[in-house]
């Protein structure tokens, strides 16, 4: 029985201190329902903001989720604060800003790739699917999460480079307005008529499907004289925001109508001319059999 009276004893106190409790309670429920309606709103509004601005998909989802989580904490801290618990709420407050410190520097690396993900959400430097270099990679972007982006190079790797070094270094982005030259030498006798070879490869270039005409129309440069040619570059620009070609089979068409067109027009593309020279009139070994110079 002095159990029973012990137990109800205390079963009393607690409903007098519920009783006493009671209006912060529902003042505090009430405080925190108003902040929740008001930081779901802005929360809204700041990441619709973010939609705009960023294209990864992955970041809006995970600074929407860090927004949630942040005002819930503050939802919570709150509560403790009007019901009167405002040690607790301290003791919490403390002790996460103490782990939030250590967390830091144990995982510094981690927190200077998401802050520069975060970064580049904003101020982006490059879509899914832009050609870039960065460092000595050179790819497509494939996806950008928190922690790195994924580049895949020419030869089928998948590249993942922390978020920090991009931040750090210079990126070349070679597709960002749309537009990617591209370029290839070809080699003409001397004997050639340069300035109509030059006109039957910009006129060739220019049919071919995919490539830009007008003020990005296909240009020859003659870059050098070399041993036994003359070394003409031909120049031509690209739409890379086109999936109806790819950029190299518009070159390797290119490089293909080119020869074609200059053999048709009877002007030669000859090969590297090696001269020797027998200075003490030995003989020369040529196709088996012995000659003398």
Known sequence: MEILKDLKQQLLTYYDDLIIILPKLTVGLI????????AKFLRLKLISFINVKAEDRLLVNFLDSMILIFNRVIMFLLFLYVIGMTGLAT???GAATISSVVIGFAFKDIAENF???????????FRIGDVVKIN??????VEMSLRDTQIKTADGKDVFIPNGQIIKNPLYNYTMDGFLRKNFMIGLDYDSDIDAAREIMERVVGDIPGVLGDKKQPVTLIKEFGTSTINVEVRFWVNTDSKEYSVAEIQSQAMKKVLGSLTQAGINLPGDIIELKNYKDGSIRTGGNDNKA
């Open 91 to 93: 003791s919490i407050l």
């Open 115 to 125: 802050l520069a993900g975060v970064i580049m959400a904003f101020n982006r430097p």
């Open 31 to 38: 405080l925190v329902f108003i902040f929740g309606m008001v």
């Open 136 to 141: 000595d990679v050179e790819g497509s972007i």
